[in-house]
């Protein structure tokens, strides 16, 4: 079964300190792998999006790597602040699927 | 730029009434259109995806249907609502299985 799983559930560090956050996935048989942030109560934002031929991106503080072989991305969020307070999620298009198979999300709080 | 719309943010509706939710694309043509659902401690499940005008394909088997009358339009329907239903409704597009997704801001339904 082609699934994604983001451990732990639920964390808190303190602002300044870099965030790390873990996604693994079943089958290295994908398209791409796509971080997003989600606000409570709203919509799913587009963080960084990772080709299966690519080994990592960066968007300014953020930066997520990729390994297919082990099955594994990771984003970091580098001095983090109480406005990163959110849940990440972590999705994957397999081939032969037309979606992303989405993981249950990291929630982040960043204590001030 | 291309912008995703949908609509209403919030929605309470009594059990066995029907249900109409629109999304449309602004910016792109031929998209690929998503409806997905979030249970409260569930991930996000996928319900339908549209290639196309008039192509569905349903993940679920539920009380669910949807149509694409036109091409940046994807629309959400139930001719009978259950208590089941309730949850946050996100649509999405991409322009393929290889591409980033961007998601709308979602719709909370609540049936009572």
């Known amino acids: 079964k082609q699934e994604v799983t983001q451990i732990p559930a639920a964390l808190s560090v303190p602002e300044g300190e870099n965030l790390v956050l873990n996604c693994s996935f079943t089958d290295s048989a994908i398209y791409n792998l796509q971080w997003f942030r989600q606000d409570p109560g709203k919509g799913l934002t587009s963080l960084l999006l990772?080709?299966?031929?690519?080994r990592e991106q960066t968007s300014g503080r953020l930066n997520a790597s990729l390994d297919k072989s082990s099955g594994r991305s990771t984003l970091y969020i580098a001095a983090s602040q109480p406005g990163d307070s959110a849940t990440y999620l972590c999705a994957v298009v397999y081939y032969g699927n037309n979606r992303l198979a989405f993981g249950k999300g990291n929630q982040v709080v960043v204590i001030p | 730029s291309q912008t995703i719309h949908q609509w209403p943010a919030t929605l309470v509706q009594p059990v066995g009434s029907p249900l109409s939710l629109e999304c449309t694309v602004e910016?792109?043509?031929?998209?690929?259109l998503y409806w997905y659902r979030q249970a409260a401690g569930r991930g996000l499940q996928l319900l339908f995806y549209s290639v196309g005008i008039g192509q569905i394909s349903s993940e679920v088997p539920q009380n669910l249907s949807a149509s694409r009358p036109q091409d940046r339009q994807f629309i959400l329907s139930s001719k009978k609502l259950l208590l089941s239903d309730s949850g946050f409704y996100l649509c999405?597009?991409?322009?393929?299985?290889?591409?980033?997704?961007?998601f709308g801001q979602g719709t909370r339904l609540t049936v009572v």
């Open positions: 910016g792109t043509s031929n998209p690929n």
């Open positions: 999405a597009w991409s322009q393929g299985p290889n591409t980033e997704a961007f």
């Open positions: 990772i080709q299966s031929s690519q």
